[in-house]
């Protein structure tokens, strides 16, 4: 075995604590939602299939997009392939000249995430330090209120561009911003839960608005991968910014769940963050429970992907069978 | 030139690293918390059946 795994249990009790974090709220902006529906997923898939399925590059926003300057090298390469984006790595896409083909969200904060996509209504959200006290998104440190307005700028600029990959989940305060700033909509339901148990919120939230259900992988980046797994069906996906971790050195206060881990761990917080030695890296990087249960779905999630993954992330603790870890430069290049 | 190795291998045991097949105890600790439920993803998550989407089954009938 590769790397500690959690028992049976823990990822039980992992997924059913997210379950009950996320379907309350998920399913209420799913109702909230039911006036921005149009098209959905599979409406995408009937419009690409005369298309001859292509390689994805699939961003997401870990620490090592800016550390290993991923976008330089692929605007550098000419890649040719479909871009997905995470919503949180969009802003760092758009401000570097990279416009992405997809940029997808899932997340139901009704108040973090819209600030992905320039939030028309930042002063008036609860006070919250969370991009600030991480490594997100650089940008995001300083002048917040200065760089929202870029990005509303920049947004509205591009976005007839740009289809948007939304989960009936995320706020429709996204819909409605993303459909001002001239986005096509693609709509998708999370995959709460098996959707053959009696009190399913799978089903319930297919029964309303009947709309198809993907796989999350439990974060945004890995429904990302699913998404152009599935949908788009390339033949080779390519991730960046998916470290699952923080790089060496990281302070713990910097790290996403901080203020949770104060909780069980008031002495000493890093006891609840784990540090994982990357044999292609040969780093130790430093996780905590919920980037290490998105590394350890992924592992299962590789294994009945129909297209190969290559992690040309460069950081991080995602590797594995089926995952090819390799440099961004010569990933990109073989497959030009 | 690439300095990143190609393919997947098991790691041995590395000063600093993770053990192999086990949980510490203080991580274990995290499970027996309430703050459990604020430590989970982004969104829920399952798989089923070795499908990436599931399109109603018997509820488009």
């Known amino acids: 075995m590769a790397v500690m795994m959690f028992s049976e249990e823990q990822f039980r009790l992992l997924s059913e604590a997210t379950l009950k974090k996320t379907a309350g709220l998920g399913l209420q902006h799913a109702r909230e939602n039911l006036p921005y529906l149009g098209k959905t997923i599979r409406d995408l898939q009937t419009e690409l299939v005369a298309k001859t399925p292509a390689p994805a590059l699939v961003i997401s926003a870990g620490p090592s997009l800016h550390k290993r300057n991923s976008l330089a090298t692929i605007k550098e390469s000419g890649f040719q392939g479909q871009i997905v984006c995470a919503d949180g790595a969009f802003g760092h896409c758009l401000r570097n000249g990279l416009i992405p083909d997809y940029v997808l969200t899932v997340d139901p904060d009704p108040h973090r995430i819209i600030r992905w996509f320039g939030d028309p209504r930042l002063s008036e959200r609860p006070e919250d330090d969370y991009f600030r006290r991480q490594d997100l998104d650089p940008a995001l440190h300083n002048d917040e209120y200065r760089k929202n307005e870029e990005m509303i700028r920049l947004v509205n600029q591009y976005g007839p561009k740009i289809k948007l990959i939304i989960s009936t989940s995320a706020s429709p305060e996204i819909a409605k911003r993303c459909l001002d700033a001239g986005m096509t909509l693609y709509w998708w339901n999370p995959l709460y839960d098996d959707y053959d148990r009696p009190d399913s919120v799978s089903r319930a939230v297919f029964r309303l608005n009947r709309v198809p259900c993907m796989v999350t992988g439990g974060n945004v980046g890995t429904s990302c991968w699913v998404f152009a797994q599935t949908i788009l069906q390339s033949p080779d996906v390519i991730l960046v910014g998916m470290d699952c971790s923080y790089p060496p050195g990281t302070k713990p206060e910097n790290t996403q769940y901080y203020e949770y881990l104060k909780e069980i761990f008031p002495e000493d917080p890093a006891k609840g963050l784990v540090r994982i030695f990357n044999p292609h890296l040969e780093e130790t990087w430093l996780t905590d429970p919920g980037y290490y249960w998105y590394a350890q779905i992924f592992r299962q999630l590789v294994k009945m992907a129909p297209g190969r993954t290559h992690n040309c992330t460069e950081g991080g603790i995602l590797f594995g069978e089926g995952i090819e870890f390799r440099g961004l430069a010569e990933t990109l290049a073989s497959l030009s | ?61």
Request: proline share 0%.
């Open chain 2, 1 to 61: 030139m690439s300095k990143f190795l190609k393919g997947n291998y098991e790691i041995a045991d590395k000063e600093g690293g993770g053990t192999s097949g086990t949980v510490n105890d203080d991580f274990s600790k995290v499970f027996e918390s309430k703050a459990l439920e604020k430590l989970g993803g982004s969104i829920a998550f399952v798989v089923k059946k070795d499908q990436f989407v599931w399109d109603g089954g018997d509820d488009v009938q």
